[in-house]
């Protein structure tokens, strides 16, 4: 296992996409559709993401995992889990819903399944902004009369991003994300997700979307209070930490050093957000807007000839 894995996008139509993964990333897109989300490493009943090149082309990553789960993910893998990440591209070409994923202490008393994730910014047009957490000040009681009145907006911290910020939003984090950003979105392997308010939007079908209000209010954290990204700027960082992953940002270019790992390091997931990488070890090339998977029993090492930037995701296969 000495190449990264590739996956085939998996493309979602959304009311709120755009044609972005087509002009920014270069993909070939489906025509005349809204392209909100493009799956990029999914492992889910309902999704699977499905080996693009290689040896084992043609697998989807659930076959992948159960007949080579330990070279993988590492000798302490369990074959049958899941993969526990979930990675998706997000074209907003229009504001997304108010919405909440649910902690873990509620998550199964609603039937559905934790979700903590984070956002990076590989494109924002001008004012274009997020929506995270509350205003300081407002209450409960001031929530929910705010949502009878259909003023929410009102009560949700706002904050105006650029191009290579990033924001953690764990779970209980009410959010929403405005339309004009390109977004990475990297997140534990779930997909259920509370709408609290929709901004009076119809989807494709032409019917208002349906709305989880009370779900939404039993997994609102309103102790969450303006709530900060972390800010674009020079060299490497961590984006985000916890217990489901880690992210780091890496800059790679002609004066820094590779970016290696060693055959029997964790398995880990590299995304490029910005120029070309070339890998020292295997010739292949990334552009940007790819994710793979390095697995536990590869050795790799990353560069570029110009100046690009990665993120690195891993500290997930526990």
Same mark, same amino acid.
């Given at each position: 296992?000495?190449?990264?894995?590739?996956?085939?996008?998996?493309?979602?139509?959304?009311?709120? %996409?755009?044609?972005?993964?087509?002009?920014?990333?270069?993909?070939?897109?489906?025509?005349?559709?809204?392209?909100?989300?493009?799956?990029?490493?999914? *492992?889910?009943?309902?999704?699977?993401?499905?080996?693009?090149?290689?040896?084992? @082309?043609?697998?989807?990553?659930?076959?992948?995992?159960? @007949?080579?789960?330990? $070279? &993988?993910?590492?000798?302490?893998? +369990?074959?049958?889990?899941?993969?526990?990440?979930?990675?998706?591209?997000? +074209?907003?070409?229009? @504001?997304?819903?108010?919405?909440?994923?649910?902690?873990?202490?509620?998550?199964?008393?609603?039937?559905?399944?934790?979700?903590?994730?984070?956002?990076?910014?590989?494109?924002?047009?001008?004012?274009?902004?997020?929506?995270?957490?509350?205003?300081?000040? &407002?209450?409960?009681?001031?929530?929910?009369?705010?949502?009878?009145?259909?003023?929410? =907006?009102?009560?949700?911290?706002?904050?105006?991003?650029?191009?290579?910020?990033?924001?953690?939003?764990?779970?209980?984090?009410?959010?929403?994300?405005?339309?004009?950003?390109?977004?990475?979105?990297?997140?534990?392997? $779930? +997909?259920?997700?509370?709408?609290?308010?929709?901004?009076?939007? &119809?989807?494709?079908?032409?019917?208002?979307?349906?709305?989880?209000?009370?779900?939404?209010?039993?997994?609102?954290?309103?102790?969450?209070?303006?709530? =900060?990204?972390?800010?674009?700027?020079?060299?490497?960082?961590?984006?985000?930490?916890?217990? #489901?992953?880690?992210?780091?940002?890496?800059?790679?270019?002609?004066?820094?050093?590779?970016?290696?790992?060693?055959?029997?390091?964790?398995?880990?997931?590299?995304?490029?957000?910005? %120029?070309?990488?070339?890998?020292?070890? *295997?010739?292949?090339?990334?552009?940007? %807007?790819?994710?793979?998977?390095?697995?536990?029993?590869?050795?790799?090492?990353?560069?570029?000839?110009?100046? #690009?930037?990665?993120?690195?995701?891993?500290?997930?296969?526990?």
């Amino acid at each position: 296992m000495n190449l990264p894995f590739f996956f085939r996008p998996l493309y979602q139509y959304r009311v709120w %996409g755009g044609s972005a993964l087509e002009t920014q990333l270069g993909r070939e897109l489906p025509a005349g559709k809204p392209v909100g989300e493009s799956w990029e490493v999914v *492992d889910r009943p309902e999704a699977q993401s499905v080996v693009a090149s290689g040896e084992f @082309r043609g697998l989807t990553l659930r076959e992948l995992l159960r @007949r080579h789960g330990r $070279s &993988v993910m590492g000798p302490g893998y +369990d074959p049958a889990r899941p993969f526990p990440i979930l990675v998706k591209w997000l +074209d907003c070409r229009e @504001r997304l819903s108010l919405q909440v994923h649910p902690p873990a202490a509620v998550a199964s008393d609603l039937g559905g399944e934790p979700k903590t994730e984070n956002w990076y910014i590989a494109d924002a047009e001008p004012g274009a902004g997020l929506l995270a957490g509350l205003r300081r000040g &407002v209450t409960r009681e001031a929530f929910e009369t705010a949502l009878r009145e259909e003023k929410l =907006e009102s009560c949700v911290h706002r904050i105006e991003v650029d191009r290579g910020d990033s924001l953690f939003v764990p779970s209980g984090r009410i959010h929403a994300i405005d339309g004009g950003n390109l977004i990475l979105e990297i997140q534990q392997n $779930s +997909d259920t997700t509370y709408r609290v308010y929709d901004w009076g939007r &119809v989807g494709l079908d032409g019917q208002k979307r349906e709305l989880h209000v009370e779900e939404s209010l039993a997994c609102i954290d309103f102790d969450d209070v303006e709530p =900060e990204p972390v800010r674009a700027s020079p060299g490497d960082s961590i984006l985000a930490e916890c217990d #489901a992953f880690r992210i780091r940002k890496v800059q790679l270019g002609p004066d820094r050093p590779d970016l290696a790992f060693a055959a029997g390091d964790e398995a880990a997931l590299l995304h490029v957000v910005e %120029g070309e990488v070339g890998g020292r070890t *295997d010739g292949v090339t990334l552009r940007r %807007g790819d994710n793979v998977l390095l697995p536990h029993a590869g050795e790799y090492a990353f560069f570029a000839e110009k100046p #690009a930037v990665v993120l690195v995701t891993d500290r997930f296969a526990g």
